[in-house]
C-alpha cells in the first residue's frame, strides 16, 4: 500500500509539472544567477538585492556606471524620482532613484520581432532605500526583469526569448556587482 501511495504521489507531481499539451516540460525563461546571488523569484518582475553595508548611494551609482560601459550598455536616462518628490514638498522617506540601461545589440533582437516590446525599454534599474526590521532606512538595488516583460508578448520568438535571457542575465550581474559597489 504504501509502495502506492508513493508511486501515485509521484504521478500526480509529475503530471502536475507536465507543461503544454504534448506533455513535455517547457523550461522557465528566466535569467541566470551565481551561485552566491540569490535566487530569482519567477512569480514577480522585481529581482531585488540589498546594498552591502558601508557601500553608499554614490559607491552603487558609479559601479552602475562603470560595469554598464565596460559592457557595451549605454545610461540614456536617470529619473531622481526623490528630488521630484522634494521639490513637490513630499518627504520621499529616502533616496528615489530609477535608472535607465540599454544593449542595442540584444534589445534589437527583441524589437525587430516584437516592437510592442518597446513599452519596456530602456530596461529600469531602481535606487531606493526602504526601512529594514529595526525600521532603519536601507539602501537597495532592483530591476524589472526583461523575461517577465517578455511574458506579455502573445508568442515570443526563440531569438526574442534568448536576447531577453542574455539580457536580464548580464543586467543581473550588474545589480548585484553595483551592489557590492564593485567596479
Known amino acids: 500500500m504504501r509502495n502506492l501511495i508513493l508511486m501515485l504521489s509521484f504521478l500526480f507531481a509529475f503530471s502536475a509539472c ?5 506533455g513535455k516540460m517547457q523550461p522557465e ?16 518582475s522585481i529581482y531585488e538585492l540589498p546594498v552591502k553595508s558601508g557601500v553608499s ?37 529616502g533616496i528615489k532613484d530609477v535608472h535607465s540601461f540599454c544593449s542595442l545589440s ?3 533582437e527583441i524589437m525587430l520581432d516584437h516592437p510592442e516590446f518597446l513599452v519596456f525599454v530602456p530596461c ?43 539580457l536580464e542575465t548580464i543586467l543581473l550581474n550588474i545589480i548585484y556587482k553595483a551592489s557590492k559597489g564593485d567596479l
Open 18 to 22: 507536465a507543461g503544454g499539451p504534448s
Open 124 to 166: 529600469r534599474i531602481a535606487i531606493y532605500e526602504k526601512p529594514d526590521a529595526q525600521q532603519n532606512l536601507k539602501l537597495f538595488i532592483a530591476l524589472a526583469r526583461p523575461t517577465f516583460d517578455l511574458r506579455s508578448i502573445k508568442t515570443p520568438t526563440l531569438r526574442a526569448q534568448k536576447a531577453a535571457q542574455e
Open 106 to 108: 540584444l534589445g534589437a
Open 29 to 44: 525563461l528566466i535569467g541566470k544567477v551565481s551561485a552566491d546571488m540569490p535566487a530569482i523569484d519567477s512569480s514577480t
Open 57 to 93: 548611494y554614490q559607491d552603487v551609482v558609479d559601479s552602475l556606471k562603470s560595469v554598464s560601459e565596460g559592457l557595451n550598455f549605454v545610461n540614456p536616462a536617470n529619473f531622481p524620482i526623490g528630488e521630484h518628490l522634494k521639490q513637490r514638498g513630499i518627504d520621499p522617506q
